[in-house]
Each structure stands twice: as structure tokens, then as C-alpha cells.
């Protein structure tokens, strides 16, 4: 994740570089940082890849929120927080999609709340999905979500965290949606989400909800090999 600070307080700037050092080790997240201490120098130099800008409202020259407003005709997606000892100024950057506030003196715990808040739209943003169809109505479904997918007669039911659903097309036509997304087709009837099992064995997988899949014969040993390398790819 690309990130941005710019104030015109130096000491700021050193507190938000410690912080930030610390939080990207806690998060397990890689944060490349760019600081500056002006919003000209901001508006000259701000890298296109930026994820989140937080910014001084207050400073010499150019202030945070003229800064903010020329920013936006470029960066429309950008996570901007602005920092700042007078919360008054709220209001005013609702106006230019400001997505918090971090009040002076900087907090480390408030820095902390913010950052794992974007850290895990951004995971949910990215993370892969499937559409399937129920009737008129089209579901968006994460991956890591299922559980397990069951085929019974003609329809397959999707088995997630969020309950159970009852779809028409088959368990092949699902199996392609879901390639290389550590899905294992262990039985004809089955398909299996590898982060999902609780337990398992040449014969039974036990999910994660304690529902109990079937493992063919014939695939017991691929299936197996299958979990070992994905379990021994978790560890590493």
C-alpha cells in the first residue's frame, strides 16, 4: 500500500513515520511512505499509484483542504484523512470525499483503528469473487466465504458463512468459476474450500461449520497430496 503524510510539523512527520513503521509490522501489511511538508509540494509531486493521503489541514502556504480539492480532479479513489487540532473543519471535508479525520496531538491507537479499517476494505475489494444466478436475482459470493458446494439432481447447493442457497447449473460449470481458488473436487457430488476443513481423512472431511463432506475412493489420494500442499503452503 502506497501512503502519503504531509504536514508542515516536522515532529508530526517523525511521529507518523514511527507509527506507521509499527502499524504495517502489527497488520502484517507493506506500507511504502512518502512524507511531505507542504500541500504545493503535495499537488507537484504526489505519486499516481498513492492509496491514502493523510493531510495537514493547517500549514503555511497552500492549507489541506484547497490542497484536498485540486487532488481529487486527479485521485478519485484516494483515502484521504486529514489531521488536524480543530475538528471544526469536519464539515468542510465532507465536501471533498475526506474518508476520517485524525485529531492533533497524533494518536497511536486512532491511527491504528483508521489503518485497519483500509487495510480491510481494500482486502474486500480485492479479494476474488463469483456471480451465480437464483431465479432473477444474481448473488456476489466471496470465495473464501464457501465452505462447500453439493450437487443434488440438477441444481448444486452453495453451503457458506452465510447459510445455505440452492442454485441451477452444474457442479462442473462452478468448478471453472472457482479454478485456482484452493478448491478440491473430492467427491462426484463435492466440491471442498481447502481453507475450510476442520479435519479430514482418506474417507471424510469434517468442514469448518462440522457439516461432514465425503471423500471418493478414487480420489483420496489426490485429495490428500491436494490438502498437504496447500496446508504445508500456509505454514511456509
Request: with cysteine.
Amino acid at each position: 500500500m502506497n501512503i502519503a503524510v504531509c504536514d508542515d510539523d516536522k515532529i508530526v512527520l517523525q511521529q507518523m513515520e514511527q507509527y506507521l513503521n509499527t502499524i504495517s509490522g502489527e497488520l502484517g501489511a507493506d506500507f511504502s511512505v512518502f512524507y511531505f511538508s507542504s500541500g504545493e509540494e503535495v499537488l507537484d509531486s504526489l505519486p499516481a499509484s498513492t492509496d491514502v493521503l493523510f493531510l495537514d489541514i493547517q500549514m503555511g502556504g497552500m492549507n489541506g483542504m484547497e490542497t484536498a480539492r485540486r487532488l481529487r480532479e486527479r485521485f478519485e479513489n484516494l483515502y484521504l484523512i486529514f489531521i488536524t487540532g480543530n475538528i471544526e473543519f469536519a464539515l468542510e471535508g465532507y465536501s471533498v470525499h475526506a474518508f476520517s479525520f485524525l485529531p492533533k496531538p497524533v494518536n497511536y491507537h486512532s491511527l491504528m483503528k483508521i489503518m485497519k479499517e483500509i487495510v480491510s476494505r481494500r482486502k474486500a475489494v480485492n479479494e476474488p469473487a463469483i456471480t451465480l444466478t437464483a431465479g432473477a436475482v444474481t448473488d456476489v459470493i466471496r470465495c473464501s466465504s464457501i465452505l462447500y458446494i453439493e450437487v443434488l439432481h440438477h441444481d448444486i447447493f452453495v453451503v457458506s458463512k452465510q447459510g445455505r442457497k440452492q442454485y441451477r447449473l452444474s457442479l462442473s460449470e462452478v468448478e471453472r468459476k472457482l479454478e485456482g481458488m484452493h478448491f478440491f473436487r473430492c467427491h462426484k457430488s463435492y466440491l471442498i474450500n481447502l481453507a475450510q476443513i476442520a479435519s479430514a481423512s482418506s474417507t471424510e472431511i469434517i468442514m469448518s461449520n462440522n457439516d461432514r463432506v465425503p471423500v471418493s475412493k478414487y480420489r483420496a489420494r489426490e485429495f490428500l497430496d491436494a490438502f498437504a500442499a496447500y496446508a504445508g503452503d500456509m505454514i511456509g
